[in-house]
């Protein structure tokens, strides 16, 4: 594949980049008040933003705002307990934030192969994984799509594991109408630039469990009660390992500002999409999806499989200045896990040089949707 610099710079004007921000019209007079205030850093605007955002998603336990959502992964590991030589089992392929947190606590990752309809882990191979060593299970909603929660609910109760689930790519995704944070003891976002909600960079951890949220909040601040800080009333004493890892007023300024543009973002996302699935059907091009009725979501990522045209769909549609990607590759070509790799993933082999990510985001519209799924019908078809 070519190397995405050696294509030319996209002009934005005439283009359709991959991923574009979407920052609301409101954020800019939002982080002036911030600027103007007493807080920059962490402040009423983080408490605010964690507020706001558990509306949002249906949260029935708490949420905390950190600095990533790879920040947040890294505080839901340490809250489930993982320790040293535990083992978690990951799904081999998805951004490496969901398993780099794992490499600083030294615990073992367990790779299961995917699903080859929805690209999320493979449900069904995750039980025969588990050993008495096995502390949690950590899932990614791939482009937005909800692994089974339902089933996955069951295997962690019966091993008595945790069930983490990395929503960086979901934000609002429901099974048979509940909210899957019902299924889960913990739960990240991601608040990344080119996520559904931004706030410039930034992320979150659900908690189910409410008696967990002071020390996370501890954790996110150098292991510092830092209420207690404020008010003089802390003894000077660090009994937990903490970090650097709190959100700011400025980044939840932009967050809070995105917020209140979160149900037009979710209608032109599905708007995009829809028409991609419509065009898409009409030829028998997939999009790896596995949609059913018993879920809801908004989506991330549009992923096509070309069937091993791949490169010629990308060629092609640079040519129209329109930009695609894999965005995501399987972690186990990664050398900081090679010694976690002692199976096979037949079926992340069967996709791994299929797969492309098209653009999909507001500065899109349904129309631009239909333009980009022509150029890859007819250049698929060409190729045959």
């Avoid at 993982?82 to 083992?87: K, N, Q, V």
């Avoid at 559904?196 to 510092?224: C, E, H, P």
């Avoid at 990522?301 to 060629?315: E, N, S």
């Avoid at 239909?370 to 890859?376: G, H, L, M, P, R």
């Amino acid at each position: 594949m070519k190397p995405m610099n050696e294509y030319p710079l996209l002009d934005d004007e005439s283009g359709v980049p991959l991923f574009y921000p979407h920052v609301s019209s409101k954020a800019q007079a939002y982080v002036s008040k911030a600027l103007a205030s007493r807080w920059i850093g962490q402040g009423p605007r983080v408490d605010e933003f964690e507020e706001k955002l558990g509306e949002n998603i249906d949260a029935t336990g708490r949420v905390v705002a950190v600095s990533s959502g790879t920040a947040a992964l890294h505080l839901a590991y340490l809250l489930a307990e993982i320790s040293a030589d535990d083992e978690v089992i990951c799904p081999v392929f998805t951004c490496t934030a969901t398993n780099i947190p794992l490499l600083y606590i030294g615990a073992n990752i367990i790779f299961s192969d995917i699903s080859t309809e929805s690209l999320n882990i493979d449900v069904d191979n995750i039980e025969r994984l588990i050993t008495n060593k096995t502390k949690a299970i950590s899932v990614v909603d791939y482009g937005g799509r909800p692994v089974d929660y339902q089933v996955l609910r069951e295997i962690c109760d019966r091993n008595k594991i945790k069930l983490i689930a990395d929503l960086a790519h979901c934000l609002d995704a429901k099974i048979s109408g509940q909210s899957v944070l019902k299924y889960v003891d913990f739960a990240i976002f991601s608040f990344q630039a080119i996520k559904t909600v931004t706030s410039a960079d930034g992320g979150a951890i659900y908690i189910a469990d409410n008696t967990m949220i002071q020390k996370a909040k501890r954790l996110r601040w150098f292991g510092i009660d830092r209420t207690k800080k404020q008010k003089g009333t802390w003894e000077n004493d660090i009994t937990e390992i903490g970090y650097k890892y709190q959100m700011n007023d400025i980044q939840a300024a932009i967050g809070l500002a995105n917020l209140e543009d979160l149900q037009d973002i979710r209608s032109i996302r599905k708007s995009i999409f829809s028409t991609y699935r419509k065009c898409f059907e009409a030829c028998g091009i997939k999009l790896f999806e596995a949609t059913n009725e018993k879920i809801q979501f908004t989506p991330w990522l549009a992923t096509i499989d070309t069937i091993g045209r791949r490169q010629i769909v990308m060629d092609n549609l640079r040519k129209h200045n329109i930009e695609s990607a894999q965005v995501h590759y399987r972690n186990d070509r990664y050398s900081i896990f090679k010694r976690f790799i002692d199976k096979s993933f037949p079926n992340m082999d069967s996709i791994e040089n299929n797969y492309l990510v098209l653009p999909l985001h507001t500065k899109m519209t349904a129309v631009d949707a239909e333009k980009i799924s022509e150029i890859v019908i007819d250049t698929m078809a060409d190729a045959v």
